[in-house]
């Protein structure tokens, strides 16, 4: 249980993807205006990484693994997290037309976004058992909700500060990203990876 509580924190904080190891930035930036919008891209990218890092598993294992079809792991990875987009997206444009609407194209890139890719190819030839990767996947994508929500709170109280026009838009948000990756680098000491 110890091991399993060590693998969520570090995936969520030590290791976090966005701030430690810069995947998935182009939410990150794109989608971290509005807190409401933040946070539902948050859970939904946290949704499909999670669900492709328990498939990439099972198909890496009981199928590419036997086959010895390793070479295929980005093709396939790829065609399943399409696929889980494709479903996420009609279950959102069903049940919540405000929160599709506000995704936009943004939801479409969840297929690319490449911390999913490289959290299913890293547990993959991580050597975790099924249960070590579905733990480490919910610690990613709670690291990655978390990154996004604290982004986007910034963001939206420097909405009432004035700032000086050449630090507007995306510079500001680089530099706010770099002093958010050096506070998530002090929790290096806190978990063993």
Same mark, same amino acid.
């Given at each position: 249980?110890?091991?399993?509580? +060590?693998? @969520? &924190?570090? =995936? !969520?904080?030590?290791?976090?993807? %966005?701030?430690?190891?810069? /995947?998935?930035?182009?939410?990150?930036?794109?989608?971290?205006?509005?807190?409401?919008?933040?946070?539902?891209?948050?859970?939904?990218?946290? +949704?499909? @990484? &999670?669900? =492709? !890092?328990?498939?990439?598993?099972? %198909?890496?294992?009981?199928? /590419?693994?036997?086959?010895?079809?390793?070479?295929?792991?980005?093709?396939?990875?790829?065609?399943?997290?399409?696929?889980?987009?494709?479903? +996420?997206?009609? &279950?959102?444009?069903?049940?919540?037309?405000?929160?599709?609407?506000?995704?936009?194209?943004?939801?479409?890139?969840?297929?690319?976004?490449?911390?999913?890719?490289?959290?299913?190819?890293?547990?993959?030839?991580?050597?975790?058992?099924?249960?070590?990767?579905?733990?480490?996947?919910?610690?990613?994508?709670?690291?990655?909700?978390?990154?996004?929500?604290?982004?986007?709170?910034?963001?939206?109280?420097?909405?009432?500060?004035?700032?000086?026009?050449?630090?507007?838009?995306?510079?500001?948000?680089?530099?706010?990203?770099?002093?958010?990756?050096?506070?998530?680098?002090?929790?290096?000491?806190?978990?063993?990876?």
């Amino acid at each position: 249980m110890k091991e399993m509580l +060590l693998l @969520l &924190v570090g =995936s !969520a904080l030590v290791n976090n993807f %966005v701030l430690v190891r810069f /995947l998935g930035i182009c939410p990150f930036l794109g989608m971290t205006r509005q807190l409401d919008t933040a946070l539902g891209m948050g859970l939904a990218a946290s +949704l499909v @990484l &999670v669900i =492709s !890092a328990m498939a990439s598993w099972l %198909v890496n294992t009981y199928i /590419l693994a036997v086959l010895n079809l390793e070479f295929m792991q980005i093709v396939v990875f790829i065609l399943m997290i399409a696929c889980l987009v494709q479903l +996420l997206e009609m &279950v959102l444009r069903k049940m919540m037309p405000g929160l599709y609407q506000a995704m936009g194209i943004y939801l479409a890139l969840i297929t690319t976004n490449c911390a999913i890719m490289g959290i299913a190819l890293l547990v993959v030839g991580s050597g975790y058992t099924f249960w070590q990767t579905t733990v480490f996947a919910i610690g990613a994508g709670l690291g990655f909700t978390l990154a996004l929500v604290m982004m986007a709170g910034i963001r939206e109280e420097l909405e009432f500060v004035d700032v000086p026009p050449a630090a507007k838009g995306t510079s500001l948000a680089l530099l706010i990203a770099g002093i958010m990756s050096m506070g998530f680098l002090g929790f290096a000491g806190l978990v063993p990876m």
